[in-house]
């Protein structure tokens, strides 16, 4: 008795794998305090950002806004020991340029 036939099948080439991201890419104006995925418009590669907090304009008229309504004994000095009230500048970790700064006002 003969073995059944073995059919011959076509070799499929494999297609190329492209990487894609495993999170949406984030357009620069929409950058908040996180670091998020983007483009970097200067060597146009898809990034993680990475983030660096600032003393910035939300953080001294906050101050001022404190001190003027009555915040005594150093209170007025709590945005500067909050990030939240800092601007965050995103840098692009390969060719470090800044790509965007976030300011919370």
Known sequence: ??????LEQ???APE???ETPSSPV????????TPEQTRCPCC???VL???RSRVGEAT????????????????CLIPFFNDRFKSVQHVCPRCKAKIHTYEPM
């Open 1 to 6: 008795m003969l073995p059944p036939p073995q």
């Open 10 to 12: 076509e070799e499929v």
């Open 49 to 51: 950002t990475e983030t």
């Open 44 to 46: 146009g590669e898809v």
């Open 26 to 33: 984030v357009p620069v104006e929409c950058l908040c305090q």
């Open 16 to 18: 190329p794998v492209t």
């Open 60 to 75: 001294w008229i906050i101050c001022c806004m404190c001190a003027m309504s009555g915040g005594v004994f150093g209170c």
